[in-house]
Nanobody
């Protein structure tokens, strides 16, 4: 399973971006998805996750109320809508996948087996 992230870029504080995670040639119906980020000089941080059905989601406290995760299984795509962006959101954002039909998802990176290459998000004026 190969994951591809897109949608990153440079945005001013207060702006918005929508990241996408897709798996060309594969269906993501059976996979829970985690979005993580890694800022320069910092460790990886789980940002948000979503269950395979889309019914369950979870968010880091730092992004609650600003970020929204969603998925369109018909398009094999998971989205991360990021609003009210702050400079501290600057990082490389990765999506990761794991086969799971559980009604809850976990924010722990090592639980996920498949990773994308990441997309850079820079929040700066």
């Amino acid at each position: 399973l190969q994951l591809v992230e897109s949608g990153g870029g440079l945005v001013q504080p207060g702006g918005s971006l929508r990241l996408s995670c897709l798996a060309p040639g594969f269906t993501l119906d059976d996979y829970a998805i985690l979005w993580l980020r890694q800022a320069p000089g910092k460790g990886r941080e789980g940002v948000s996750c979503i269950t395979n059905s889309g019914a369950g989601t979870n968010y880091a406290d730092s992004v609650k109320g600003r970020f929204t995760i969603s998925r369109d299984n018909a398009k094999n795509t998971v989205y991360l809508q990021m609003n009210s962006l702050k400079p501290e959101d600057t990082a490389i954002y990765y999506c990761a996948a794991n086969v799971s039909a559980r009604p809850i998802c976990v924010m722990t990176a090592y639980k996920y087996d498949y990773w994308g290459q990441g997309t850079q998000v820079t929040v700066s004026s």
